[in-house]
T-cell receptor, first 112, second 113 residues
Framework: GQQVMQIPQYQHVQEGEDFTTYCNSS?????IQWYKQRPGGHPVFLIQ?????EVKKQKRLTFQFGEAKKNSSLHITATQTTDVGTYFC????????????FGQGTRLTINP | DSGVTQTPKHLITATGQRVTLRCSPR?????VYWYQQSLDQGLQFLIQ???????AKGNILERFSAQQFPDLHSELNLSSLELGDSALYFC????????????FGPGTRLTVT
């Protein structure tokens, strides 16, 4: 079945360093969504990408959707302690489906 | 606050028992999703309802069942509980299909002893 793989599984950085997590799908995605889950919290929607090659920015966060719509990345510039958490990507199971397949997530920890 | 409410927050029960988790979606959202998150694991999709009808099913065990009521709140029933069922159970709601973001509730932490 369709899989959404995320790498790395864990990332530890020094505060101020950059961070990137990658998401790869075995099939073409109509769109991709990114969520953040703080420790002890619930997933919170960050952004959705729909177009091939799309790039969106939210302050220090940059999201990209691959040209083939099979991969995506989230890049955080100059991490801060508030960025700590697990970042999940999610894509629809199949075109037109309402079920999202979540990646396993990348857990980001930061040394202040 | 996502606008999605879940009760109870915590639940401790014994093996073999049955529990019901409740979820109220955001106002106006017709879709409700249930997820299971075990310790240090990702989000495992269980089941989705849209306007009272089952729309998609994930790796939901036969011991688990769910429904969505006319007022759109949903319940997840877990029976014959096993130690391995201990997890965080999240409910999420969205306006509709794949292009709509999901809003997650605070979760119910289930501990089976």
């Amino acid at each position: 079945g369709q899989q959404v793989m995320q790498i790395p599984q864990y990332q530890h950085v020094q505060e101020g360093e950059d961070f990137t997590t990658y998401c790869n799908s075995s099939t073409t995605l109509s769109n991709i969504q990114w969520y953040k889950q703080r420790p002890g919290g619930h997933p919170v929607f960050l952004i959705q990408l729909v177009k091939s090659g799309e790039v969106k920015k939210q302050k220090r966060l940059t999201f990209q959707f691959g040209e083939a719509k099979k991969n995506s990345s989230l890049h955080i510039t100059a991490t801060q302690t508030t960025d700590v958490g697990t970042y999940f990507c999610a894509g629809p199971r199949v075109q037109g489906a309402q079920k999202l397949v979540f990646g396993q997530g990348t857990r980001l920890t930061i040394n202040p | 606050d996502s606008g999605v409410t879940q009760t109870p927050k915590h639940l401790i029960t014994a093996t073999g028992q049955r529990v019901t988790l409740r979820c109220s979606p955001r106002s106006g959202d017709l879709s409700v999703y249930w997820y299971q998150q075990s310790l240090d694991q990702g989000l495992q999709f269980l089941i989705q309802y849209y306007n009272g009808e089952e729309r998609a099913k994930g790796n939901i065990l036969e011991r688990f069942s769910a429904q969505q009521f006319p007022d759109l709140h949903s319940e997840l029933n877990l029976s014959s509980l096993e130690l391995g069922d201990s997890a965080l159970y999240f409910c999420a709601s969205s306006h509709g299909g794949e292009y709509y973001e999901q809003y997650f509730g605070p979760g119910t932490r289930l501990t089976v002893t």
